[in-house]
């Protein structure tokens, strides 16, 4: 039975957009998943940190200046990558090849900032967990 009071703050996975937006707020995430798995390029709305718990993960990083290499999406998926980074149609994303971008492979504790807007794809080279960190 519920004691009777305010209403408990919900998790920030479960607030909505407007909430999210709020000063302060920090969004976490925990990622699972077998090695291979993959994030294709894209870039968040929101600074964050990625914390690597377990197993390791190839990290590439394209800063905004990039953006125009990269082929980003229109409409609601505009953060995201038209490019499969794996498998790269040179013949329609000539520029592509042109990007230039960092790398890294995170290990078990480790982490790295991510600056909001910079465009990343991630690849579990093991068994990984992961939780990210974002905030406004």
């Not at 009777?4 to 920030?12: D, I, K, M, N, Q």
């Not at 910079?118 to 990984?128: E, F, K, N, Q, T």
Request: glycine share 8%; aromatic share 12%; net charge positive.
């Amino acid at each position: 039975k519920r004691k009777s009071g305010p209403e408990p703050p919900r998790p920030a996975a479960k607030r909505s957009a407007a909430e999210a937006l709020e000063p302060g707020v920090v969004i976490r995430n925990a990622w699972f998943g077998p090695a291979g798995t993959i994030t294709p390029l894209h870039h968040d709305r929101y600074s964050g940190i990625l914390a690597q718990v377990a197993g390791r993960k190839y990290v590439r990083l394209y800063s905004p200046d990039e953006t125009p290499r990269l082929y980003p999406r229109t409409g609601r998926d505009f953060n995201s990558s038209q490019v499969d980074v794996d498998a790269v149609d040179a013949d329609a994303f000539p520029l592509f090849a042109e990007a230039r971008y960092q790398e890294c492979v995170l290990g078990p504790g480790e982490c790295l900032f991510i600056p909001r807007g910079w465009w990343h794809y991630v690849r579990s080279l093991d068994p990984s967990m992961s939780v990210s960190f974002w905030w406004t």
